[in-house]
Each structure stands twice: as C-alpha cells, then as structure tokens.
C-alpha cells in the first residue's frame, strides 16, 4: 500500500537523519526510462540514480536474476567461496585485461567510496612494501569525487565538503585537474598513487583534456607511482566505451574502481588492480561482510550480460550525440559536454540551474544541477530516441517559461 508524499515527507523529518537537500517527490515504482511517484505521476528519468540504474528501471533480465538468486543463496560469509563472485571477478577481469594489456584481480565492496577506500588501502600496502614506511601519500585532484568516508572524503579535492570533518587522515593532497606541470610539482617520493576520474562526474562533467591521462601515465611510470583510475561514475559503457580511459590513448592504469552501474542500483562496487599489484594484499589485509555476495554478484553478472548483447557502449555513442545536438539547439543553452550519455548542459548567464532542475522535476524529467549553472544528464544507456527528444520537448518547454 502506497502512503501519499506528505506522510513519507512526515516520516523522513521524524526518523532519517537530514543528511540530504531532497526534491519533493517520492518515487515509487519504475520501468525502463519510466518512474511513478507516490501520487501516480509519470516522469522521465534522465539522471538514473546518478549514472546508477544504466540498463533502465527493473529491468527483466537483472530482476529475474535477483529473484532467483534471493530463493537460492543471498549470503555466504567470504571465509568460504561462493558460486557467485568468482565468475563476476572473472567477467570485469576479461573486461580490464582486454582494456589495460595486463591481467589482474577483483576485490568486491558495496560502493563507490568502498571501491576506492579499498584502492587506497592497497597502493598504501603495495608503495610502502616497495618504497619503504613514508610512500604513502595520495594525490588527487581539485573538483574530484571519490566517495564520502573520512579517507576518500581526504582524497576528494572539494574543501568545502571536507571542512567540518577535521582531522582528515593524513597523506592525501590535491592538485588541480588536467594540470601536468602542478602533478609533477607534487609527485615527490612519498606519493604511493595518483587517483583521478577520467570525466570529473560531481565535479560538473568535465571530461579530462587529450593527452593529460597519458601525460599522467607516463609520470606514474618515471616516479613509480600507481595510476589509479575512479570508474565509479564513468565505467560500463557510460561514455560510450566500457571505460572513460578508454577515450584516452596509452593510459593502463594500474588501479579501477566500479561501482554505480555495476548492479543496475544493486549495491556493489569493485577494485581491480594489475595482477602484482593486487598481490601486494595477504590475507587478512582486508575485508568486507556484503562484498561479493550471491545476490549483488549474480544481479552484476546480469547487468554485464546484457550491456554485452545489447552493445550499451555504442548506444550512448549514438544517444549521446542526439541528447548532445538536442541540447546545443536550445536558445538558453551556451555549452554542452560530456561523453557518451554522461551530459551537461551550461546554461547562459542569468539562469540558476537549481529552480531550472525543480521545473523539470515539476514537469516530468528528472534531470539535476550538478554546478550552479549547469545540468546533468545520465539516462537509461536503453533510452530511446524518441524518449530523448521527449525529454529535450520537456527542457524546452521549463527553459521558455523561465524568466532570468
Ligand atoms: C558516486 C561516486 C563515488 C562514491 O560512490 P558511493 O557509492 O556513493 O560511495 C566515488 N567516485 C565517483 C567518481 C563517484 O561518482
């Protein structure tokens, strides 16, 4: 029985913590690029749980999956093996292995900062058994995101989230993004690892420059460093390839983290590092109770098969242009970018993207501002042609009546 958003609103308030800045709307139900709300109302989802739910809203093949595993087996502790994650680690394995030249291993977390939390954790281990106690030290960039424990909230170069959590653990330090010569300048002995996004997600969608991944790569490789790449938000197919370093030339990282569109909104995250890497953890280094569960693996290894036999890479290639070119026609847009179906629209001066967000909400399309200025789009990697230029008729529609 569906309780009505003011009782939900009235719950919320009363018992969860206000952590978040929410819309007012409670959503109920979804199918594909289709969500319901609480009072029945119909919306197109443009933001899939933030580059989350990429195959779509329940979709078949994972909810089969999901139910079948939830009557077969859903948890078995990681003291013993399970029939599950080894097949997973397997698949992302293939998928690095093809994607970096080099084979490696998995370790399995519940999310995205988990993902990196653990990355952190091994190239700690990994630097200091080759460069002795004092190779520790983590550089990330300005804008980044890497998750919202005290260690990655250290390596997410945003100061104004980090400011009431201080004391930080220490040996994280940040430079600014796309800036070769300011990285060089901070990569002394101490620096285990560098940690980027390939398209700075949170920080706005802005794609890494050509040529500065490489550039990096070749830093790491002089100073023997790791290069460790946050796929969180970018990974499987988003961008219109299984990896945003794809779109780069030579960048092999040695480190990626998984998380987001890995379950299709089950929670899951994953590390992969380059075989020697990865053994620089013994057993008993690190451990999680969920990771790598029946249920979150089986509904992963779903989720790969159809971004394989549906080609979801090439499908936001192909919507991604669409979505992209429908955008830069709209009179109150100034600039577009992203990659594949990772979007965002600059607004012309004047216009907040915030109360332009809210109307889009109001009139269907749930869209975010992920700057002050500008918008975010992360649809289904399924969404059609026809629900992109809905969603764009929708955006036209809010942008005409908005009165900078
Ligand atoms: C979302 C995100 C994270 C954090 O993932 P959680 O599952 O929220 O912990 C880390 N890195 C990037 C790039 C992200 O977009």
Redesign the pocket.
Known sequence: MTQHYDDLWKLDHEHVMQTYGRQPVAFVRGDGTKLWDSEGKVYLDFLTG??TVSLGHAHPAVADAIADQARTLVHVSNLYLNDQQPRLAERIDLLLTSATGTPGQVFFAN????A?ECAIKLARRYGQSSGGPERYHVLSAYNS????TLT?LAATGQPQKQETFQPLPSGFRQVEFADVDALAAAMDERVCAVLL?PVQ??GGVQPAPPGYLEAVRALCDEREALLMI?E???GLGRTGRWFGFEHSGDVRPDVV?L??ALGNGMPI?ACWARRDVAGAFKPGDHATTFGGQPLAARAALAVLDVMEHENVAARATEQGKRLMVGLADLTQVKDVRGLGLLIAAELVDGLAAGPVAASCLDHGLVVNAVTPTSLRFAPPLLVTAEEIDAGIAILKEVLDGQHP
């Open positions: 933030l580059a999310s995205g900062a988990e990196n995101f890497h998750g919202r990655t996004e997600g949170e946050d969180v938000q970018t983290t998380a987001k995250g």
